[in-house]
DNA sequence: AGAGTTGTTGTCGATTCGACTTGAACCGTG
DNA sequence: CACGGTTCAAGTCGAATCGACAACAACTCT
């Protein structure tokens, strides 16, 4: 049985070592939209077990943290991004199997990011990967521990979130064009969503998307210019975007 | 303090105690509906902290069994009900001070019982006690730790599940007719719901109540005997019934 | 200038939604 | 056994919403 080494802030007569004890660990689920499709970081694990190995950035939860301080400490080493635009604790996983080296309980948080030039700016570019998220779930990167499971609940979770919440919104940068905010839903749901609905379902929402005034000057394709948005406030349960369940357009 | 670099990793020689040791705890929120109201599951603690208070179930999670089979466990000493209709988890609490004593992490678990009967039955009468949640939320029960904010989630939890996923029939018994599962939604959401819109709506969605033939026997005071159903497979993502945002009926 | 591309606005039919009404099935009581 | 009272089922109807598409606007490139 494992015992706690110390803890001196118990008071008198109680006895913390008859409790058993486990290591807590955090682990960051990280998000960002890249060539239209959602991406997701993975560094890769200097030492056993799995060493080697692709795995979810995280580590051990100090005593004196919360876990949402130690998600958010995570996320800036790994990145060196200091309050994202979205970090949501999504589960936690307590396997006794998960880690072969001892009884590790790990709480998963869902961080969801913007800029991706920020990304992987705290450790070596060797050691750290932003892939498809649609390539990790289909298994072609191979994770360490149960993290492909806490992936697939990470995904999960976002999907139902860009429903209920309006967290599409942290996907895009401080403004954005109204095609960027649809692309984050159409990728994440990997559906295709009519734009000129779209964008009436959007604006009918009072106070989500706030205009600008301003407009982006377009690519080199051409193009009418898009108006320029800033988010506003969110809102929680009944958002205007639905899922639809099976419609594919022609 | 510990960093992940020092650790040296040689699968014989390692040493745990090097990083900070937790208590884990598992919590279990136990909802229900009676007297058509939503009620949840207290227990009187026999122990400091909070010696005497009322507090959610709950208890340390053992090292050979994962944080689903504490929960689980936890229910089934409480309540003597194994396998129960649902049983979710929903999140985790680990501020350092939220426990006096020590360290705790708690993982917190939704479970919807059915049978009001059987509540309660695992320990003494004096010391369990079916609340409305609504009292709880209102703050006229002091509960012990951080155990009203866990409710407070635990409440948002259920509502928005209500809406995505089909768990409405698990408050429900193996049979029921479509007004006790129209009075789910009303007394969850706090709304009222049209009887006729509401059975055109579940009926509607394919699969997910299955009619009996049955029907029920009318109450003391008459009316048309009501069909029974029993829950079929529940859906995921986009079910028939809505969260209305301000619809107060007159 | 004209073709191509992208974003915005308009239109229209189909479907859904909310509120209400009607009818069906059962209970008391007299 | 007729008669309100009650509860559930089914019908109606106008309004709102949704999906699909057309039309228009604003830009780039050749």
Redesign the interface.
């Known amino acids: ?2 015992t ?2 110390d ?1 001196s ?3 008198e007569g ?1 006895d ?1 070592s008859q ?6 660990t955090v682990d960051v689920v990280i998000l960002t939209m890249a060539a239209g499709a959602l991406h997701m970081l993975l560094v890769r694990r200097g ?3 799995f ?1 080697g190995m692709w795995a979810i950035p995280g ?9 949402h301080e ?1 998600a958010r400490r995570e996320l800036a080493e790994e990145t060196g991004v200091d309050v994202p635009t979205l970090l949501t ?1 999504f ?6 199997k998960r880690d072969p ?3 590790v ?1 790990t ?1 998963a948080y869902l961080a969801v990011l913007r800029e991706v030039g920020a990304i992987a700016a705290g450790t070596d570019a060797a050691d750290a990967l932003l892939v498809p998220v649609a390539d990790v779930l289909r298994g072609k990167v191979e994770l360490a521990f149960d993290h492909l499971q806490i992936v697939r609940d990470a995904v999960d979770r976002v ?2 979130e860009l ?2 919440t309006g967290i599409a919104t942290a996907f895009v940068g401080p403004t954005f064009t109204l095609a960027e905010l649809r692309a984050v839903y159409e990728a994440t749901w990997g559906i295709e969503l009519d734009a000129a609905n779209f964008r009436r379902s959007v604006v009918a929402e009072d106070g989500w998307v706030i205009p600008t005034g301003r407009r982006t000057q377009p690519g080199p394709s051409g193009g009418r210019p898009a108006e320029l948005y800033r988010a506003g406030r969110a809102w929680k ?2 958002g205007p975007i ?4 099976a419609t594919e357009r022609k």
């Open positions: 049985m494992v706690k080494s803890n802030q118990a008071p109680y913390p409790f058993p004890a486990f290591a807590v030492e056993a077990p060493k580590g051990f939860k100090r005593p004196n943290e919360t876990l130690a604790q589960g936690a996983y307590g396997d006794p080296r001892m009884n309980v709480v999907r139902v429903e209920v349960n009944g639905h899922r639809v369940k």
